[in-house]
């Protein structure tokens, strides 16, 4: 309980120091594209492997040195509230997220989304969903590398729900490589107990992407099928690595 406490407080104050660093990022973003990315990439970077590391998580990563060039889609499973943070703090890049609008109404949270080039989707609303996927898929065309979680849910260490076949529309309109991403214990850290932090080791594997060619046509069912089964092949993995954040 006291370890939850101090990471809420941390979490908090440390949200409000970096309110300096807002403005620093939207200045480099009228000057100069490419440092903008690399100071949000970095303090995005910081602010979340600080995040798990105070709530006690060991992080052992596979794969994420092997990752290509250029823009991605990363499919990942969804354990927990914990796996945002991971993916920022291991994916060796600025990444932005499919995220649910609400979370764009949070103060400074949704700020920061916003730089690091999330969409926002509102599950509600048929016709912004279909806008908000070909806003992303802009945005890979771009440049931009997202994160999507296609069960639509946190899966809290149970049987990963089936993985939507909209949710890979995105790399279909955007013919960027699909990256599929393991992450196995992360619920450990908070809801497998009853939302308090305990240490945890937790594996993130990211897998050989899957190139999408554009000139062949690909059934979306099939294709969310794929990435499930290359995502749910390493959940059994307990084996040691070489790089541990």
């Known amino acids: 309980m006291i370890r939850t406490g101090l990471w ?8 409000v120091l970096v309110i300096p660093g807002l403005g620093i990022a939207h200045m480099l973003k009228r000057k100069d594209g490419e440092k903008a990315d690399a100071y949000i990439h970095r303090r995005a970077y910081l602010w979340a492997a600080s995040l798990v590391k105070f709530a006690g998580g060991k992080i052992v990563v596979h794969g994420n040195e092997q990752l290509p060039d250029g823009p991605v889609l990363f499919v990942a499973g ?12 291991t994916a060796n890049r600025k990444i932005g997220f499919i ?8 103060p400074l949270i949704g700020s920061w989304m916003k730089l690091l080039d999330c969409v926002f989707i509102d599950r509600k609303d048929r016709r912004q969903s279909v806008a908000a996927i070909r806003e992303g898929s802009e945005k890979l065309k771009n440049g931009s590398s997202l994160v ?10 149970g049987k990963p729900g089936q993985f939507k076949k909209g949710s890979l529309k995105l ?49 979306a069912a099939e294709l969310a099928a794929l990435v499930q089964q290359r995502v749910e092949e390493h959940l059994p993995a307990a084996v040691e690595s070489e790089s541990v954040l």
Do not use: C, W
């Open 148 to 157: 999507i979680f296609p069960e639509g849910t946190r899966n809290r260490g």
């Open 78 to 89: 969804h354990q927990g509230n914990f796996d945002i943070p991971i993916l920022l703090s």
């Open 171 to 219: 790399a279909q309109l955007s013919g960027v490589p699909i990256v599929p991403v393991t992450i196995n214990g992360s619920y450990r850290l908070m809801e497998a107990n009853g939302g308090k932090m305990k240490p945890a080791r937790v594996i993130v594997t990211y897998g050989e992407p899957i190139t999408i060619h554009q000139d062949k046509k690909i059934d």
């Open 8 to 15: 809420f407080i941390y979490f908090f104050i440390h949200l």
């Open 99 to 106: 995220s649910k609008v609400e979370v764009k109404k949070i």
